[in-house]
């Protein structure tokens, strides 16, 4: 609970609740919204994970995603609302693209429509970027990446900004009484809390994705350094990100820290660093790539992301690879792209 407490004011928001994983918090967050037979919108650009989760298991549960790429024009954005599309979701700074998501203007495309924007906050952190101050409505955040920061725990956490009218008649599992819960009505008994509460009360209860108290300890130690930790990637990082650049072995370059990049506008704007997280294609293609993660000798080569340690990741064989080439494609053709996570 203190956690909590913590990293809702971190985010600018009126209550949070921490879950088993950042996987749970991104189900959740939709769970709290959605049922069987209702819709919602999704940029392609986020986590490979999220995508399996929205793209296959929630199909499964009856409830659909529909993907849109998170520079589409407002005209391709709002077409793709159906009558029983329920909410918008999109990552900050997505992973593993680098895209930055023009956060007002999803909020502004969703609140025309009466939904909420939920936000992956996950790479940049409430230090970088407060999306709750651009319009989102809920926050989400694996915490086993920078959040923790050390590699030590799994987690996740939702944050609810109370700036919602969840009573505006499209959510009528808000306003009316919950035969599971004493009849109550979670917007006429908890107001602005109503969304955070009814997570708690109804899918935290009935699904059990809590973390254990050691996690949230760990998580707590983490979130002491937080600040001085993105400052220290954000820093490091586009001095690497611009040594690539410079280097002649390097066919490109994604930062969105770097002048050129076809990100920089937008996190000029919403970013205050660009996170520890580079994406680069190398010349020469695999044989050289993998040549390039043999000769490192700070880098180590592992999965996890996010970390006080510096590593490298190819994600399309690693935590991409369920993907289809089609995907992959979508994901800015990073096929062969070396993710490099710079260390504080
Ligand atoms: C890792 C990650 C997740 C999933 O989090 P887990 O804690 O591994 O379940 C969700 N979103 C983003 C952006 C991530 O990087």
Known sequence: MAVEAKIAELEGGIGAMC???GQAASLLSLLNILKYGDSFISTSQIYGGTVNLFAFTLKKMGIECIFVDAHASDEEILAAFKPDTKAVFGETLANPSLDVLDIERFAKIAHSKGVPLIIDNTFATPILCRPIEYGADIVIHSTSKYMDGHALQVGGVIVDSGNFDWTNGNFPDFT???E???GISYTETYGKMAYILKARMQ???DFGTYPSAHSAFLLNLGLETLAIRMKQYCENALKVAQYFKNSEKIESVTYPGLEGDSNYPLAQKYLKGASGVISVNIKGGKKNAIKFMDSLKLASNVVHVADIRTCVLHPASATHRQ??????????DKRFAYKVFCRA
């Open 323 to 332: 993907l289809t080439d089609e995907q992959l494609v979508a994901h800015k």
């Open 180 to 182: 599971s819960y004493h």
């Open 203 to 205: 899918l935290m209860r």
């Open 19 to 21: 879950t088993s994983s």
């Open 176 to 178: 009316q009484p919950d």
